[in-house]
């Protein structure tokens, strides 16, 4: 079983010693982008599969019969061609009162050009980002080039991401902490709640930071709980 608990006074102590205003970084594939459905409807209409989103239990689509490299063309396809089907998973109203207490940023890792195998997706993430107004509400994409960087290099103080990798280096990394968006192939990730924090959804990463910078947390009930499913 997976429990969502939070160490809020670990939570706390993060606020009090990040200063007077935090930098958050908020990724976007499978964390405000519901990418996965499309990858895995192309990866299936290119190999006669029916894969489910719930059948992605392994970070590397091992379980898909597949791998990273080969299923990196079918999400390439799903950002430029099949980008307005990507749904916002979000809320603006939260982000907007997120930032009041906090500098926060959208953060992706992907190539910047047309090169490589994430090549060629920026331009529509960029159309994406304005056809669900949230470039009304924050800065410009910060984009991090796999080539010359990680979204460790990065000054942020919390990230709010679904990656296990990031999570191993996060656990390394004194005074930074991570949301850990839950999905089905990042339940093997130790999280103790208080450097790695498993949350249903970006959303209710929002509110705790929210509910920390103002005060008003008191005690997070776990919010769910999920059986491990057996590779
Ligand atoms: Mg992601």
Not at 12 to 18: E, G, N
Not at 72 to 99: C, K, Q
Not at 152 to 159: C, I, M, N, V
Request: charged fraction near 30%; charge should be negative; aromatic fraction near 8%.
């Amino acid at each position: 079983m997976v429990n969502m608990d939070v160490d809020v006074e670990a939570l706390k102590l993060w606020r009090r010693d990040t200063g007077s205003r935090p930098r958050i970084a908020l990724d976007i594939d499978s964390t405000w982008a519901g990418v996965l459905p499309v990858i895995i409807d192309n990866f299936n209409k290119a190999k006669g599969t029916n894969f489910t989103v719930e059948d992605h239990i392994d970070w590397d689509f091992k379980n898909l019969g597949s791998d990273y490299m080969e299923m990196m063309p079918f999400y390439a396809s799903a950002w430029i061609n099949r980008w307005r089907e990507i749904s916002f998973l979000g809320d603006l109203s939260l982000t907007i009162e997120l930032t009041k207490d906090y500098y926060v940023s959208l953060l992706t890792t992907r190539s910047p050009t047309s090169e490589g195998v994430t090549g060629g997706t920026v331009d529509t993430m960029h159309e994406w980002i304005r056809l669900h107004g949230i470039d009304k509400i924050l800065p410009p994409a910060q984009i991090c080039d796999p080539k010359q960087n990680k979204a460790k290099d990065f000054d942020y103080d919390a990230y709010i991401d679904d990656s296990p990798r990031l999570a191993d280096t996060v656990m390394q990394m004194p005074g930074k902490i991570q949301f850990l968006v839950d999905q089905g192939y990042n339940r093997e990730v130790k999280d103790d709640g208080k450097k790695i924090i498993r949350v249903q959804d970006a959303n209710h990463a929002m509110r705790l930071l929210i509910e920390v910078a103002r005060g008003t947390i008191v005690s997070e009930e776990p919010r769910m709980t999920i059986k491990l499913k057996k590779c």
